[in-house]
């Protein structure tokens, strides 16, 4: 190596020296976030822990609960709480209904919150500000201020302790957040491909059908699967419209357990296993739908 080649790489050493005693700012980066992954696996633990003690007193005799309490791990195998629940209710039956009322509000719910934010998002209708004002204030309304209202329109219609009155009931609820939601999403669509499918001579039924619902459809299952869980752990308004045993929910079969069915906690338990299993595994089945329909939007 030449003497000028020799005087030219000596700059280069020294940064490198140099850079080798600065604090590298990547480590620091990566040790922030292990205490983020450490503090979510802290609050996944958390948010666990009930459905862990739900089901190692579910499995418990009466005996063992007693004597051990609800913490410690089971000391017996016994599923004789868990029938004894599923029989003394007709837990059958209430998971029918479950699944009916709240498959119907999530299918008519999306139906008419799209054809709603349709209106509103791409339509030209006055007063759309008003309107979704209004619709932001249905959604603020407590529940407990609706029971006599809904009580006495049920009453009077002949809808009283039916399936479908909770089914109206629950798909007007949920399509105003419905509406609110999906007619922001349609103000920004763009108005572009609207317009190429109009010269081609298209609809506004055939926009919504070919060209609106395709792109939304992620959206819209997500919309969907919020609205079956949300109606599954509805409690108030089935209570009140539903009071024949064959009508009413898994939520209400809860509820009641200690009224109508006393028990002792290893029966509670293993209600709250019952209820809590069936909305587990519907996320279970639609996480992967799920996770397509948020990262769609985030990238849109």
Not at 190 to 218: F, K, N, T, Y
Not at 223 to 229: K, N, S
């Amino acid at each position: 190596m030449s003497a000028d080649a020799t005087i030219a790489a000596q700059p280069t050493k020294r940064a490198r020296a140099r850079s080798s005693n600065e604090p590298d700012g990547r480590h620091g980066e990566g040790f922030g976030r292990y205490w983020v992954l450490a503090l979510l696996v802290v609050a996944a633990l958390l948010t666990l822990f009930p459905f862990f003690l739900a089901a190692i007193n579910a499995i418990k005799t009466p005996t063992d609960y007693g004597a051990n309490g609800p913490v410690a791990l089971p000391r017996s195998f016994d599923l004789s709480a868990l029938f004894a629940f599923w029989t003394g209710v007709e837990f059958g039956r209430k998971l029918w209904n479950s699944v009916l009322i709240s498959g119907c509000v999530a299918f008519f719910g999306v139906a008419l919150s799209l054809l709603n934010a349709y209106a509103l998002g791409i339509g030209k209708v006055k007063g759309r500000n008003l309107i979704l004002i209004v619709l932001m204030l249905g959604i603020m309304v407590p529940q407990e201020s609706l029971v006599y209202p809904i009580y006495y329109l049920a009453k009077s219609v002949g809808l009283y302790d039916t399936r479908l009155s909770v089914i109206i009931v629950f798909t007007v609820l949920q399509s105003a957040f419905g509406t609110y939601m999906l007619s922001a999403v349609l103000t920004q669509f763009p108005r572009e491909i609207i317009d190429a499918a109009e010269i081609d001579g298209a609809s506004r039924l055939q926009v919504l059908w070919h060209v609106v619902i395709p792109v939304l459809r992620p959206t819209l299952t997500v919309l969907g699967t919020f609205f079956f869980i949300w109606t599954w752990n509805e409690f108030l308004l089935p209570l009140v419209l539903l009071i024949s045993n064959d009508n009413q929910n898994v939520s209400v079969a809860m509820g009641t357990l200690h009224g109508q069915h006393v028990s002792d906690p290893t029966t509670t338990a293993a209600a709250a296993l019952l209820g809590i299993v069936p909305t587990v595994i519907f996320f279970l089945v639609f996480q992967r739908t799920l996770m397509r329909g948020v990262t769609v939007g985030a990238v849109k």
